[in-house]
């Protein structure tokens, strides 16, 4: 069954350093997103991505953050200078262009700590 | 704007009877809502969800929800718990009438299973 997949499943950073979190999503779905859990909170939605340009972001995603899809597989998320507040997990999903039902299909995470 | 509220943070029951896990949306429009369940260290997984087609929504592993549009309610529930369903449930609602809309997501309810 095809799945989305993450990497690294967890990254450790300094304060202030860039980091860059890949996935890859299903092959035949068109719609991209990055969401976060900071430990003991709730999952919010950070951005979602359809054909090679920014759908919609949250109020979280400032300009520290940016998207790609730098080929015709890979979606990634930077973060340019992280902050200590920047922990959490990072989930990707992605989800088919087959209407308003259709569900997102997350990948296992990663979790990124910032010391 | 659309909004899901898990009204119990904890939910503990006996292995064998039944799990009651509790949601209440808000919505200006025939909501599009998802259960996801999240074991732990694990990513997000889809339960069920509601097109429409019928109140009652069954889904995986025996779970089932009932749409109750008079209640703007979309309780998820179980005949009988298991070891296995120990893990932390999502009641989810999509963010807008588009496809690819964000999703957004309830504070969870922490599922326990007493032997």
């Known amino acids: 069954e095809p799945e989305v997949t993450q990497t690294p499943s967890h990254q450790v950073t300094q304060m202030g350093q860039e980091v860059i979190l890949r996935c890859v999503p299903i092959?035949?779905?068109?719609?991209f997103y990055w969401y976060r859990q900071i430990l003991g909170q709730k999952v919010e939605f950070l951005v979602s991505?359809?054909?090679?340009?920014?759908?919609?972001k949250s109020e979280i995603f400032d300009d520290q953050f940016s998207v790609e899809r730098p080929d015709g597989s890979n979606f990634t998320l930077k973060i340019r200078s992280t902050k200590l507040e920047d922990s959490a997990m990072y989930f990707c999903?992605?989800?088919?262009?087959?209407?308003?039902?259709?569900?997102?299909?997350f990948g296992p995470g990663t979790r990124l700590t910032v010391l | 704007a659309q909004s899901v509220t898990q009204l119990d943070s904890h939910v503990s029951v006996s292995e064998g009877t039944p799990v009651l896990l509790r949601c209440n949306y808000s919505s200006s429009y025939s909501p599009s809502l998802f259960w996801y369940v999240q074991h732990p260290n694990k990513g997000l997984q889809l339960l069920l969800k509601y097109t429409s087609a019928a109140t009652l929504v069954k889904g995986i592993n025996g779970f089932e929800a009932e749409f109750k549009k008079s209640e703007t309610s979309f309780h998820l529930t179980k005949p009988s718990a298991h070891m296995s369903d120990a893990a932390e449930y999502f009641c989810v609602v999509r963010g807008s009438y588009s496809s690819a809309s964000k999703i957004i997501f309830g504070s969870g309810t922490r599922l326990s299973i007493r032997p």
């Open positions: 092959s035949n779905h068109l719609y």
């Open positions: 991505f359809y054909n090679n340009e920014i759908s919609e």
């Open positions: 999903a992605s989800s088919e262009p087959s209407g308003i039902y259709n569900e997102q299909f």
